[in-house]
């Protein structure tokens, strides 16, 4: 068979552009776990994406459902007239469905764009009311102190829902659920029904206070509190129509979530060695389950909603933009969900490069491109449209997953994997779409090895480009769609590279663009850094808090494990209070302030 027709490579041109051949026994296993055969790719009309003003010939009459539930029929071809949205399509003659998408093609991007703000590593950034970890509290304050400077965003890490467990995953972009959010971010004293614990709540209030003294974040001891806590204001919640209202609008994925929490905890294993009856979300077992422990599948839903509800209130300073991670955990709810969308046996890394000479394996299963199709695009939909709420932006992270991934059979290392191909065309409607909807700009991050044509298309579609000052030469010359930072959570501070602890070479970078001499401090090192990004014409540039506070640890070392080092677990040198009105964060905001006003 034709490994292309399935849009598996065979080869690939790695950042340097040598090119390197795929194993054949990859591509073979590759094409086993698509369920390949000789006669080619499945020919699916389960979704169908067009742009706005494209018509569709159908092959007979058909009932075109709306989603507010209005319906027509439509005979011989889909009208051009379809406003952007998501239809139903059914056969009159055979009762088969589509999923009809129809896309302005072009995501969001307001005209007059030209700001700057800040990006958070929200867990790291606690005030003296934290709990051991920054939360959406705090997010609040910093999106209103980042308001007052004239900032036009807050760039935050994935906030992705994490299993209900101990040990608490510390990686925030390896979620169990890219549609829900983490419940260690709730502020558990903005809950309503908090103050009814009295003396209870201070107790715990004062327990998670006191992890504060660590810089290193206990996230296990915070999962511990915040659980207790939430619990029992549970226990005594009476009822609210909002709550009511987010189930509803939640629908079934909401309650097959908050369904695979109450399993996970009641089992306490990863989903693959469950019972066979509740490995799969459909089973009878599953429904018997739901039925008994109701109660506790609505306390999963409840803790989404505060998440929700709170988010939305940290969301009325500096807009927010979020950041969607590349996948998700295999023992995570995602992947029980929409198992059978999941390459199983395969997991997403990147070939070897410059900075990585043994490549890099996520250990995230992918999503295979020829199901997704044939189920209408669901988990792709659901997994956009939740990374939009509450943002007036979001970060893509690995942007080049949308065009194809780098997958890697279980038993392999990257040097073995290839690259698959994945229907760029429709993702990228789908995310315009949604981007729309949302009225929300896109940030693809487009660092590593990129295809020569991806970053047009990216470009195409109004879509920014993330560029980062380490990787480049003059930053006045970058491009005016794009993101400019300095540095990202996984390359050294300013501080870290110009004190030569972390990647020295790095300091000659900075030399160069900054002009700095040898007697320069690091303090110096970081106003002249932000003086450089200032002068790039990108829309949007942006600013670390571990630049602005001279922290020299990143967040985040790739290829280094937590045992290691504390991977996202580092919080910064001081809380809120002492840094809101720093002069150093002053000063970078006064660099970074544009020409014309902040429109996010």
């Known amino acids: ?30 094409l086993e776990t698509m369920g390949a055969t000789d006669s080619g790719p499945p020919v699916s009309d389960a979704a169908v994406v067009l742009r706005a003003g494209q018509s569709h010939h159908l092959d007979g009459p058909a009932q075109l459902v709306t989603e507010d539930g209005a319906s027509m029929r439509v005979d ?8 952007p949205g998501y239809y139903d399509l059914r056969s009159l003659e055979d009762g088969r469905h589509s999923t009809l998408i129809v896309s302005p093609g072009l995501c969001h991007l307001p005209r007059d764009l030209f700001t700057w703000g800040w990006t958070v590593q929200l867990y790291a950034a606690r005030s003296d009311a934290s709990w051991g970890m920054g939360d959406l509290g705090d997010l609040a304050r910093i999106g209103r102190w980042a308001d007052g400077q004239g900032a036009g965003l807050v760039l935050v890490n994935p906030l992705h829902a994490a299993l209900p467990s101990t040990p608490q995953e510390p990686s925030p972009y390896f979620p169990s659920s890219r549609c829900f959010r983490n419940p260690l971010y709730i502020r558990v004293e903005d809950v309503p029904g908090a103050e009814r614990l009295g003396a209870d709540i201070e107790r715990l209030a004062a327990e998670g206070r006191a992890l504060n003294d660590d810089r290193r974040i206990d996230r296990d001891a915070v999962f511990l509190l915040k659980s207790e806590a939430l619990g029992r204001i549970w226990h005594d919640f009476g009822g609210s129509g909002r709550f009511d209202a987010f189930m509803r609008r939640g629908g079934p994925t909401l309650r097959a979530y908050a369904t695979f929490c109450a399993l996970h905890e009641e089992l306490a294993k990863p989903w693959p060695e469950w019972p066979h009856g509740y490995r799969h979300p459909d089973n009878a077992a599953v429904a018997r389950f739901a039925d008994e422990y109701d109660d506790r599948i609505r306390f999963h839903s409840w803790l989404q909603w505060l998440l929700d509800e709170q988010l939305a209130a940290a969301s009325e300073g500096a807009p927010l933009v979020h950041d969607l991670a590349v996948g998700f955990d295999p023992a995570g709810a995602d992947a029980w969900m929409w198992q059978d969308v999941v390459a199983q046996g395969m997991r997403v890394g990147a070939p ?10 996520w250990g995230l299963p992918p999503f295979d491109p020829w199901r997704l199709r044939q189920v209408g695009y669901r988990p792709f939909i659901e997994t956009v449209r939740a990374a939009f709420a509450h943002a007036g932006g979001l970060r893509v992270d690995h942007v080049m997953g949308l065009f194809r991934l780098f997958w890697i059979p279980d038993g392999s290392g990257p040097s073995d994997g290839t690259y698959v191909r994945y229907p760029a065309s429709d993702l990228l409607d789908i995310v315009a779409l949604e981007s729309h ?30 560029r980062v000052l380490w990787f480049e030469e003059d930053p006045a010359r970058l491009p005016e769609q794009a993101l400019a930072a300095v540095t990202t959570h996984d390359l050294p501070t300013v501080a870290g590279a110009w004190s030569g602890g972390d990647k020295p070479a790095m300091r000659h970078k900075l030399e160069a663009i900054t002009g700095l001499g040898d007697d320069a401090d690091s303090d110096a090192a970081v106003v002249a850094a932000y003086d ?8 949007v540039v942006t600013a670390t808090l571990e630049d602005a506070l001279l922290v020299e640890e990143r967040p985040n070392i790739p290829g280094v494990t937590s ?19 720093d002069e150093r964060p002053a000063r970078i905001a006064h660099a970074l302030r544009r020409d014309q006003p902040a429109s996010a």
Do not use: C, I, K
């Open 532 to 539: 450089a990004l200032s002068r790039s014409p990108s829309m």
């Open 1 to 30: 068979m034709n490994a292309g027709d399935w849009g598996v490579a065979t080869g690939y041109r790695d950042a340097a552009g040598t090119w390197h051949d795929a194993p054949a026994e990859t591509v073979r296993a590759v």
């Open 76 to 83: 011989g071809v889909v009208p051009d007239d379809l406003p």
């Open 437 to 466: 909807r949302a009225v929300s700009f896109v940030v693809g991050e487009d660092l590593g090895t990129v295809e020569a044509a991806v970053r047009d298309e990216l470009a195409r579609r109004s879509v920014l480009s993330y």
């Open 563 to 581: 045992e290691e080092r504390p991977n996202w677990s580092l919080a910064l040198p001081t809380p809120f209070e002492e840094w809101e009105g």
């Open 352 to 361: 070897p490069d410059e900075f990585n000479a043994a490549g890099q394996d």
